[in-house]
């Protein structure tokens, strides 16, 4: 099993910064592909970010490309989402999520078979 713990989230002006970080344990932390997910009020859980197992295969949603950087460090079991030059609209709970063991990284949530609470995050205008 896998356990996830989100943190960083806030309030922050448009065109700020926020860092996310996702603390994971479980012996399968390292060997599982991650993603970052949001959920905004009246809408459904969408991918924003994902990283391979090894650090590699990162992947992003159009609305993140440009913006936001997804890394892991396996040594210290933790997985991070720098968000830059923020907008209103990704204002929305962020998740982090961990998928099978060996799998790869795909943009459902039926792809992950643990999350963590979220972390809010509101951008205001």
């Known amino acids: 099993q896998v356990q996830l713990v989100e943190s960083g989230g806030g309030l922050v002006q448009a065109g700020g910064s926020l860092r996310l970080s996702c603390a994971a344990s479980?012996?399968?932390?390292?060997?599982?592909?991650m993603g970052w997910f949001r959920q905004a009020p009246g809408k459904e859980r969408e991918f924003v970010a994902g990283?391979?197992?090894?650090?590699?295969?990162?992947s992003y949603a159009d609305s993140a490309k440009g913006r936001f950087t997804t890394s892991r460090d396996n040594a210290k079991n933790m997985v991070f989402l720098q968000m830059n030059s923020l907008k209103p609209e990704d204002t929305a709970v962020y998740y982090c999520?961990?998928?099978?063991?060996?799998?790869?990284?795909?943009?459902?949530?039926?792809?992950?078979?643990?999350w963590g609470q979220g972390t809010q995050v509101t951008v205001s205008s």
């Open positions: 999520a961990a998928g099978p063991r060996w799998g790869v990284v795909v943009f459902t949530t039926a792809g992950y078979d643990y």
């Open positions: 479980g012996r399968t932390f390292s060997r599982s592909p």
């Open positions: 990283v391979g197992w090894n650090g590699g295969s990162i």
